[in-house]
């Protein structure tokens, strides 16, 4: 099946990033190496999502948390949930793709699975570090330091991972399942993307979006949208049906509720997690 894809067009400044991709593609790690190259917020739909106790939300509420994020200027989704895809893509100037084969996304995520048991069993002062010990042995690829795990169950101590089978079927049929839903999202709505089936392209990418070379600044007069970054990739004209809600949206708040709807207090906080300073030669091995 053919992806839609594009090369990044040039003309206002990149706010809204969506990343997409199946389990074990590398997506959070991407999206972490991403926000410190364009200074962009990063929100996992993990962290929305899961609460304490593997517990999600109901479905008027995720829908309010998946409006209060679309809301804001400015951010990085990483995650997919096939249902609240095509509000993200909407609102975004970006979506990238990360589509590796279907047996490296289940190998990953087979040896993430373990580093996470591993680093759970291991004493507080000691997770991260080498089996070696750090005895000047060239550090394996696993001992990368802290991984991802969604803020809910972090903060309550809950298992890292709640089934490692269903990963794995969610990679290994990501392609046939969810991958035609992502297409048919990304075909009505137009937003440029741009997809990576390796590693090395996903790096390329990520030089593309923060090197300063085909990322030329605002030339003098030119009104920046909010929340840009100076030197940050510039797009194409903002779409019409877009043009209207920027000024709305030019400052971070809450969804409006509905009635009976969730609470107007929900507060959507960026990533904070051990993992958001990942290793950067991670996406230049492969």
């Not at 099946?1 to 997409?20: E, I, N, Y």
């Not at 790690?29 to 990063?42: E, G, Q, S």
């Not at 969604?150 to 309550?156: N, T």
Request: proline share 12%; aromatic share 4%.
């Amino acid at each position: 099946m053919a992806s839609p894809s594009c090369d990044a067009p040039h003309g206002r400044p990149l706010r809204r990033v969506v990343v997409l991709g199946s389990p074990g593609s590398g997506k959070t790690a991407f999206c972490h190496l991403l926000a410190v190259t364009t200074a962009l917020p990063l929100y996992h739909l993990d962290d929305l999502y899961w609460s304490p106790g593997w517990s999600r939300p109901g479905e008027e509420e995720w829908a309010h948390r998946v409006r209060a994020l679309c809301d804001l200027p400015r951010w990085i989704a990483d995650g997919n949930y096939a249902d609240s895809t095509e509000p993200r893509v909407r609102a975004a100037d970006l979506v990238v793709l990360l589509d590796r084969h279907p047996l490296l996304c289940a190998v990953a995520l087979v040896r993430r699975s373990l580093r996470l048991r591993r680093s759970a069993r291991a004493p507080e002062g000691v997770r991260g570090t080498p089996p070696d010990g750090g005895r000047g042995r060239r550090r394996p690829r696993e001992a990368r330091g802290p991984e991802y795990v969604p803020r809910g169950l972090r903060e309550s101590g809950d298992p890292p991972v709640l089934s490692v089978t269903a990963l794995l079927r969610k990679a290994l049929f990501f392609r046939r399942r969810d991958l035609v839903v992502i297409h048919g999202v990304l075909g009505r709505t137009g937003t440029p993307v741009r997809r990576c089936r390796t590693r090395r392209q996903a790096a390329a990418l990520l030089a593309d979006l923060g090197g300063p070379g085909p990322c030329p600044s605002a030339a003098p007069g030119e009104t920046r949208g909010a929340g840009s970054v100076d030197g940050g990739l510039l797009l194409g004209p903002e779409p019409r049906d877009r043009q209207q809600a920027t000024p709305q949206s030019a400052r971070p708040q809450p969804a409006a509720p509905q009635r009976g709807g969730p609470s107007p207090t929900l507060t959507i906080s960026p990533c904070t997690c051990p993992a958001s300073a990942p290793a950067t030669s991670l996406w230049r091995s492969t």
